[in-house]
């Protein structure tokens, strides 16, 4: 089916000028980018170079349940291949008997094959052994190479099927290229690398090797001269192959492909069935991703040019091989197999096991691909795929949601489109996700059928004629939850307003100068003990509300208050339709007493009609205080230099926080009350207010309760002079 699509500059504007979407909106998942499949598993699909699916090579696959490592393949003269794996173990696949045991050795790992008449020649660790197997699995040691790991072997001379009576091996851990030739073993080349992972014969009787410490490629041509064709930026040259256009492909990685010796190796067996003897097993693939590794394949044509053909979604590139349309390319952590070619990179198989870890392309032009962890063997080709099918990623709604419409949009072209669909609320899926449910896809696509839950993912079969998938597009909704209030605080009453938090409003003063020129400047205020302490009239009925409000989807709150004295039964309005999760009250219209205050989120505003949600939280009682304290008694009495004062105070809803005197224009002096604390609503007290000359004086008071409230009294005493 075709679908018309805006243009991509008018869909940019468009996202440019739309509004952000609500949660309840229809959203849409949309995969039609090659990254949109990094994590899908598929087999019989290709996902190409622009993002399109369409139908791939046919696919098989063999487990190889006794193994957990493939280290090389070699197809051989019979249509069979030969798979190294771990412990020493050969295995041989056909097509009729499937994977079974053919040659085990009595070493740790068998790291390299490639064919060699009707057998094959093997490279191994941790020994560095090079051996020979013939087609009834009859073996010889060709060389004790002195390395401790043979990682590659190619042909020395030669390009027949024959058996060869020369090779290079390319070793570790010293990175020496080696030449072995009727059980003599020769250094052609040793190199600055730690190991030299990746060999391939120039098809003129010398080789190229790739490191793993400097990313070089050398070239040793057949009549022993040396030069590096390529320096890469990357630390390792894990696989080599050469293109149909002549050219030369690397796989650059950032990362090590191989680990170091794995700690729950198994040893390996020697001939007559007990252990052998040596040291561990050996490396192991790299299972975990790098956050910044990165894994490049680049053209290189020697002696002229070099360019990224490709760079990987994935950290690591296990092997490469030449096919007629490209060079195929295995990749990890995430088992894949792509077609590198001058578009771009297709993809052609995502597997559920951890890395593809080895290549190579049968008789009849099938590319043969092993995995590891767990082993399996896969063959793709050569003829295309009747009928293929994708899993795509498990997609994420963060949040339980419903799933709508599932819809794709291309051609079919004479072929068939099925979608399946299923959900869950774990990742990874498990046995309580539900069933598979869909099938057969038109031009609308189909309701996915899937229950409600946090993740969704879906599936997609094509089949017959030339199918091709431009975008799979899949809706949902969140489901609305209420929103939830906690932590409703009321501030005290007067906080913020206390002293050193007023100060009085500074007007700038503008003066012209003799010359006519004009100058604005502004004074500092006064600093002083006499600083306001108490609250200010306009704010004694201030009081702060603060509360925290979550919504579960992530929707605009509006929010309501409401008061109710404690014991009463009836909530007064205090404020509505706020935006904030805070609110400025003013309890001046309140009586004093106690009281809750009630605050109401509601995300009806963000959601369709009928489908909001509210949640609500109580505060803590709090005390409304907004009449001042009473003096019920003040007295001074003038002594030589000095004046006694005392007297009493009370309140009806506060504790008094407070009390001071001054004398005449002097400074407020706090007095401490009787029994030494301002905690009580009722206090008595005493003081002297010294170094007063005789004469008539004013003496004030100033009684302040713990809501800011305050009382003041004054009275005229005398100081009699000194005797």
Known sequence: MTIPRPAAALALTLALLAPPARAAETQWWVSDVPADYARAESRGVVVGSDGALGLGPRTTVTRAESLTVVWALAPLKDGSVAIAGDRGRLMRWSESGGIRPWVRLPVGQVLSLIADGDGVVAGTGPDGLIYRIGARGDTSLIARTGERYVWGVARAAGSGDGAASAWYAATGTRGRLLRVERGRVRIVVDTDESNLVSILADGRGGVYAGGDSHGRIIHAAADGALSTTYDASEDEIHGLARGADGALYAAALTAAAVSDESPDHDQAEAPGGGPAAGPPSGPAPARSAVSDGRATIYRIVPDSSASVAWSSTQPFIFALASLPRGVAAATGSRAGVYLVDRGGASQWLAAPQGQVTALAVGRDG??????SNPAALWRLGPGRAERGELTGPVLDAKRIARFGRIQWHGETHGGAVELLCRSGNTDPPDTTWSKWSGGKAGEDGLASGAPAGRYFQWKIFLSGGDP???????SWREQNLA?????VVLAPQGQAFREGDIQPRIEPVTQSLPGGQKVEY???PAQG??????LPIWARGLRTIQWHAVDPNGDSMRYRVDARAEGGSAWIKVAEDLDAPTYTWDTATFPDGRYRLRVTASDEDANPLGEGGTGEALSAPITIDNTPPVVTAFEARGEPGAVRVEGRAEDAESALSRIEVAADDGDWRVVTP??????RRTLSFHGRLPDLKPGEHTVGLRVVDGAGNYAQRSTRVTVPATR
């Open 522 to 524: 502004t004074m500092p």
């Open 366 to 371: 099938a590319l043969f691909a092993a995995t």
């Open 468 to 474: 091709r998938v431009e975008s799979v597009e899949a």
């Open 674 to 679: 009787d029994g030494g604390f301002a905690d």
């Open 529 to 534: 003990a006499r600083a306001l302490r108490e």
């Open 483 to 487: 929103p939830r209030v906690e932590d």
